[in-house]
């Protein structure tokens, strides 16, 4: 077990960019629950996991929402909890929004100098109140792959898979994640809304047991940094 969390940041921006590198990030409490039955979800984790939250975003080029989170927690997705380096902008904001629902006084949309874009379907008749990208949309969802790919050609090389769980774990699911960010409270809530939902599996040796390095927080939640790369290269 390593002591410093701060080796999991280095990762990410030690990344090589002549590719895109991923990492996605999720809270959750022991028992795998991301929100409680009513939808409740703050201060599940704690200071210290928020400040690794904010640091994973200082950590890269933008941040990536799906609509639902947007809609459910208006994110502003800045870093203020951590020093951005000097001369740094803040991450761009990115929005998966397939069906054009992404209000314009939503809080991302913030004038701070960060870029800001709308991934939507070729077809959808809205016009987002940001930058938007346009990709094909099948049954309802883009590609994680296609997201990916049309975020590098503008320039981010390293991204943020922020939330919300539905999100991160199509980009599991599709093999689009280099590395998960799993962040463990000491807390049970017993019921609640799950963090993680793959395909089911029928045997054991069908499930993901990525490389993993694992930190305690100075207050108690666990980060568990885990190597998804593999998974990746082989979807």
Not at 4 to 27: C, H, K, M, W, Y
Not at 45 to 65: E, F, G, K, W
Not at 98 to 113: E, F, V
């Amino acid at each position: 077990m390593s002591t410093s969390a701060s080796d999991a940041i280095a990762r990410i921006r030690n990344a090589p960019e002549t590719s895109p590198f991923v990492v996605a990030q999720l809270g959750q409490s022991l028992d795998g629950r991301i929100a409680t039955p009513t939808g409740e979800s703050r201060w599940i984790n704690q200071d210290a996991a928020l400040d690794h939250l904010h640091a994973l975003r200082a950590a890269v080029d933008a941040v990536v929402v799906g609509i639902g989170t947007v809609l459910a927690d208006d994110p502003g997705l800045n870093v203020r909890r951590v020093p951005l380096a000097a001369g740094q902008q803040q991450p761009a904001r990115i929005v998966i929004d397939p069906s054009g629902r992404l209000p314009a006084d939503a809080k991302l949309l913030t004038n701070d100098g960060a870029q800001c874009f709308a991934i939507t379907a070729h077809d959808c008749p809205a016009s987002p109140p940001c930058e938007e990208i346009r990709l094909n949309c099948r049954d309802g969802s883009l590609c994680p792959k296609a997201v990916v790919s049309a975020l590098f050609e503008k320039g981010f090389k390293r991204l943020l898979i922020e939330g919300g769980a539905m999100t991160v774990s199509n980009f599991i699911e599709a093999g689009a994640v280099d590395r998960l960010h799993l962040l463990v409270a000491p807390l049970i809530l017993g019921s609640g809304k799950n963090g993680l939902n793959l395909e089911p599996i029928d045997k054991i040796d069908e499930a993901l047991r990525p490389p993993s390095h694992v930190y305690v927080l100075p207050d108690g939640d666990v980060l568990f940094d885990c190597d998804l790369s593999a998974t990746r290269a082989n979807s």
